[in-house]
Structure formats: structure tokens, C-alpha cells
């Protein structure tokens, strides 16, 4: 499976952005989940949804301001991201897995990230 991040730019603090992952075909029992990176640190689970039914998780840093969402018609998970804070800088990767989890290791597919960078 190769997956394709893209969407990201330079924002304003407070300002909206939003990532697409072109996943290609995959199982309807798929999970998608988007992570991000800063250099130096650990990579961060963002959010996940789940390809069939819709359901979602997020970490709580980001709920009330983000929103992931799918269109199985054309193989897309978006993230809308909304209010930006400069700590949202980061390389943003979608990747595949199997399970509804939020750990890294759960997921087997991953594509290039896209920077984002919030600052005024």
C-alpha cells in the first residue's frame, strides 16, 4: 500500500489547515491514523479513524480543534485542522494498521509526511 500525505504549509496561529491521505484501496476494516513529528522528539499520535464505520479517536491535545474524516468513494482521509498553535508545527504522516489503537507499532503502512508549520 502506498500512501501520500499531503496539504501542509505554512499557517498563522489560529488559522485552519487541511491534510489528505490518499490511501489507495484497502480493506473496509482498515484503520487510518495520522501522526506527527518534530525533529528530535518522539513521533505523536494525532488521530485515527476507522475505514468502514467512521468512528474516530483523538489525543487530547487536539479534540475540540481537529477533525479526521474519510471518503471511502475516493480512497481519502482528511484532517481538519482548525485553531493552530505554534505547537502543532510538525511533520504530519498518515499510516494503515489493523487495530483501533493509537501506538505506532500497530500500524505496518506509512507514507511520506507533509510539514506544518504555524507561525505568525
Known amino acids: 500500500v502506498q500512501l501520500q500525505a499531503s496539504g501542509g504549509g505554512l499557517v498563522q496561529p489560529g488559522g485552519s489547515l487541511t491534510l489528505s491521505c490518499a490511501t489507495g484501496r484497502i480493506f473496509s476494516s482498515s484503520v487510518i491514523g495520522w501522526f506527527r513529528q518534530v525533529p528530535g522528539k518522539e513521533r505523536e499520535f494525532v488521530a485515527l479513524?476507522?475505514?468502514?464505520?467512521?468512528?474516530?479517536y483523538y489525543t487530547d491535545s487536539v479534540k475540540g480543534r481537529f477533525i479526521i474524516s474519510r471518503n471511502n468513494a475516493e480512497n481519502t482521509v482528511y484532517l481538519r485542522m482548525n485553531s493552530l498553535k505554534p505547537e502543532d508545527t510538525a511533520v504530519y504522516s498518515c499510516a494503515i494498521g489493523s487495530s483501533f489503537d493509537s501506538r505506532a507499532s500497530a500500524y505496518n503502512s506509512w507514507g511520506q509526511g507533509t510539514l506544518v508549520t504555524v507561525s505568525s
Open positions: 479513524i476507522r475505514r468502514s464505520s467512521g468512528t474516530t
